[in-house]
C-alpha cells in the first residue's frame, strides 16, 4: 500500500517541531493536497495544532502504549489522505526512559519505513552545526534523515556560515528559517495552550504556519514524501451495531482524549454525545460518562459554579452509572482542587482533594489491574501519566484497581480509585492496546 509519508523529527525538544510541523501541513494543502497528522508520544496538545491546520484529526503514535503492530495497523489505516506528516518527539533518539531507542521518534520512523526530515536550532552555532548533523546522522546506521531545516537563524552571514559548513554531508537543507520570536507557540505547564481554549490561537498558527512555509522547499518536500515504499495492506475493522450511548465530557476543561479511543468506542457498538460539564445542565441521557483528561484547574471556579452538573455526575454515579475518568476526570470527582491560593469544590464524588503542585508528573506507566471491573478482568497494562496535581487526604481504606510497577499513580504507586461503579485514575489507557473498549461497553450492558 502506497503511503506518501514523512516525519518531522528535532534535535531536542524545544526545537521548534510544532510550528515547522505546521508550516509543512500549511504548504503541502496549499498545493492541493490533503494531509493527515499523527503526532509519536502520547501527547494530546501538540496534535490540535495539526488538526487545526490539516483539517483532520491527528492521530497519536506510540510504541509504548499501542505495541508495534498495532502502531503500524493504526497508522496504514487513518493514513486516507493525499501526503501523511508524522511529528516527532523529543529528540530525535530519545526513546523510553532515556536508556532505549524505545518508543522514540527514530523508533517509529524505522517501524514506518518514512524518510526523515531533521530540524536543527542553529541560534548559538555555526560551523559546529555540522557536528551536530553529521553525530545525528551516524550514531544509528541507518538514520532516515533525508534533510534538514535550520531554525533560528540570526542573519544571512550566519547563515551562509551554517550552508558552507554542511555541504559536506550531502544532505539537503529543507529550509532555512530566520530568528523570530512572533513565530512561537505559548506555552502552558503541561506544553502547548490546546488550540480549543483560545479563539485567537487558531488564527495566530495559521500565520505562524504561513509565515514558516515561505521559508521551505516544497518541491524537496513533496519529492521526499513519494519516495517510500509500500506498507502492507490492512484489512478495515468492522463496525458493530450501537448497544449502548457513551456521554464523553468535551469542553475547554475536558479534551484530552485519544481520537483512537473514541474510535474503538464507536467501532465496538457506542452511541457518542459530547456534552460540556462548564455549560450544560445535566449529563445526557446516556449509558455511561467518559470524562477525559485536561485542564479542570483552569476553569475551576466555573465547574464550582454549575452545582446541577455536579450533582447530576453525582447522582448518575451514586444509582450505579459506569463512569470511566481518566486524570483532569479524576480531578473533577475528588472534593476540591486548591490552584494556587484558591480552592474550589468539585463533584465529591470520591473523598480525596486535589492539590496543584510546581512538580510535573510525566511517565510512561506499567501495572496490573487486580481484580474484576468496569474496563477489565485482572490484566497487565501500559499506560501514561502527565499532571502537575497530587491526590491528597486519601482515606486509608481506599480501594484502588491498579498496581503499578513503573509510574506515580495516585498513592505509592496504587492507581485507579473506584466506588460504584466508577473508576478514577491518573493513568491514560490506550484502548485498543487490549479489549477496554469492548470491556467497557459489555460490561455497561450488565448494569
Known amino acids: 500500500m502506497r503511503i506518501p509519508r514523512l516525519v518531522i523529527a528535532g534535535s531536542t525538544s524545544g526545537v521548534g517541531k ?10 503541502l494543502k496549499k498545493r492541493g493536497f490533503s494531509v493527515q497528522p499523527f503526532k509519536v508520544g502520547p501527547d494530546y496538545i501538540d496534535p490540535s495544532y495539526l488538526s487545526s491546520i490539516s483539517k483532520n484529526e491527528t492521530k497519536n503514535l506510540d510504541v509504548w502504549l499501542m505495541g508495534k503492530q498495532e502502531l503500524i495497523q493504526s497508522f496504514t489505516r487513518n493514513s486516507n489522505s493525499d501526503i501523511s506528516i508524522i511529528e516527532g518527539v523529543m529528540g530525535y533518539y530519545d526513546g523510553f526512559g532515556g536508556k532505549s531507542n524505545l518508543a522514540s521518534t527514530h523508533h517509529v520512523a524505522t517501524l514506518l519505513q518514512s524518510p526523515v526530515i531533521l530540524i536543527l536550532d542553529a541560534s548559538k552555532t ?55 520570536p512572533s513565530v512561537n507557540l505559548e506555552s502552558r505547564h503541561l506544553g502547548l495552550i490546546p488550540v480549543g481554549e483560545q479563539k485567537q490561537l487558531h488564527k495566530k498558527i495559521r500565520q505562524i504556519s504561513k509565515d514558516i512555509s515561505d521559508y521551505l522547499d516544497f518541491d524537496i518536500i513533496e519529492k521526499i514524501c513519494k519516495t517510500t515504499p509500500s506498507l502492507e495492506k490492512i484489512k478495515p475493522l468492522k463496525t458493530k451495531k450501537s448497544k449502548i450511548s457513551i456521554a464523553i465530557a468535551l469542553d475547554n476543561s475536558f479534551n484530552f482524549y485519544y481520537h483512537d479511543n473514541i474510535e474503538a ?21 446516556c449509558d455511561l ?58 463533584v465529591g464524588l470520591f473523598d480525596v482533594d486535589t492539590i496543584m503542585t510546581k512538580k510535573m508528573t510525566l511517565n510512561y506507566t506499567e501495572g496490573k489491574i487486580n481484580s474484576n471491573c468496569l474496563i477489565s478482568k485482572p490484566h497487565n497494562f501500559r499506560a501514561h501519566e502527565f499532571h502537575y496535581s497530587k491526590i491528597i487526604n486519601v482515606p486509608k481504606d481506599s480501594k484502588f484497581l491498579y498496581d503499578l510497577k513503573i509510574g506515580e499513580g495516585i498513592s505509592s504507586h496504587k492507581d485507579a480509585l473506584t466506588e460504584y461503579n466508577t473508576i478514577a485514575s491518573y493513568c491514560h489507557l490506550y484502548f485498543d492496546s487490549a479489549k477496554f473498549a469492548s470491556n467497557l461497553i459489555e460490561n455497561t450492558l450488565k448494569f
Do not use: W
Not at 18 to 27: E, F
Not at 149 to 178: Q, T, W, Y
Open 18 to 27: 510544532t510550528s515547522i510541523t505546521s508550516a509543512i501541513i500549511y504548504g
Open 126 to 180: 555555526s560551523r559546529s552545526i555540522a557536528a551536530t548533523a553529521l553525530g545525528f546522522t551516524k550514531f544509528h546506521k541507518n538514520s532516515r534523515i533525508s534533510g534538514i531545516i535550520l531554525n533560528k537563524i540570526g542573519s544571512k552571514k550566519h547563515e551562509d556560515l551554517c550552508r558552507s559548513a554542511l555541504s559536506n554531508l550531502k544532505i539537503p537543507i529543507i529550509g532555512v528559517i530566520p530568528k523570530n
Open 265 to 285: 468506542l464507536r467501532r465496538e457498538g457506542a452511541k457518542i454525545k459530547f456534552f460540556s460539564p462548564i455549560n450544560d445542565k445535566k449529563v445526557p441521557n
Open 289 to 346: 460518562i467518559y470524562l477525559g483528561g485536561g485542564f479542570p484547574e483552569i476553569l475551576a471556579s466555573s465547574l464550582t459554579k454549575n452545582s446541577s452538573m455536579k450533582k447530576s455526575i453525582k447522582n448518575n454515579a451514586e444509582n450505579g452509572m459506569p463512569i470511566y475518568a481518566e486524570c483532569g476526570g479524576l480531578m473533577y470527582l475528588t472534593n476540591s482542587i486548591t490552584y494556587g491560593k484558591k480552592k474550589s469544590k468539585m
